[in-house]
């Protein structure tokens, strides 16, 4: 018996890492929002660090900007800026600090080479493409009982799950970074440094609850898949 595409057993597989990426959003939530509330010490902003920690990594090439959003910051190697949300930009809490340090350890990365980041920007047209082809190239292969475009569907997907695994090595590789460098300049103190911590790998999660998110469909992928069978009934 065929089922649905939306509406199978094998959406039971999904659920597991719907739970996960919903407990991650909502712990990087509240961890940024508990350290949104601590300013640090020093009383420096988080563009002021991130200015800070960039000239210090022979960085000050590298523009920081402001960028409209909540927790929209990330560091874009296609011209070299570094943006900053408006709940980073201009606060002074631990929080804010941290995630600045972060988008500074990607600028890192990218000057010297890091080989995650340069597969994982290499990569991001063709999985752009294939991402948006997947899904409706399995879906017809279901609908009309055609293997073959199920299989190039699954093909696209799996380009998916290949910027996920260099994603995951890529952002806890920045986020050390970033505490190496707090830590190192003392812009935060070894008591506030555990805040920051806290935010970063609260942030993590999210990376990894994506992760297992793409493995679960594309395992239900395979499993509908298997369903139709190699043959054109």
């Known amino acids: 018996m065929m089922y649905p595409f939306f509406f199978d057993p094998t959406f039971m597989l999904l659920i597991p890492a719907m739970l996960l990426a919903f407990w991650a959003q909502m712990k990087v939530k509240s961890s940024f929002a508990r350290f949104s509330r601590v300013a640090s010490r ?17 960085l000050s090439d590298v523009p920081v900007r402001r960028v409209a959003g909540n927790l929209s910051d990330h560091y874009d190697p296609r011209d070299r800026t570094l943006h900053l949300s408006d709940s980073v930009y201009a606060s002074t809490s631990i929080a804010a600090i941290g995630v600045a340090a972060h988008e500074v350890g990607h600028a890192v990365q990218h000057l ?52 996920h695994l260099v994603t995951l090595p890529t952002e806890f590789d920045a986020s050390a970074r970033a505490l190496r460098l707090l830590s190192d300049t003392q812009i935060l103190g070894g008591d506030e440094i555990g805040g920051a ?13 994506a992760s297992v998110m793409a493995v679960a469909q594309l395992l239900r992928l395979v499993l509908l898949r298997g369903m139709v069978g190699g043959r054109n009934d």
């Open 42 to 58: 020093r009383g420096v902003t988080g563009a002021e660090a991130a200015r800070a920690l960039l000239d210090r990594q022979g």
């Open 197 to 209: 911590r806290s935010v970063l790998n609260a942030a993590a999660l999210t990376y990894v609850a």
């Open 112 to 163: 010297q080479s890091y080989a995650p980041l340069k597969i994982r920007n290499a990569i991001v047209p063709v999985v752009n493409i294939g991402s948006g082809l997947a899904f409706p190239l399995f879906f017809i292969g279901l609908l009309m009982r055609t293997p073959m475009l199920m299989d190039l569907g699954i093909l696209f997907f799996l380009g998916v799950i290949v910027f």
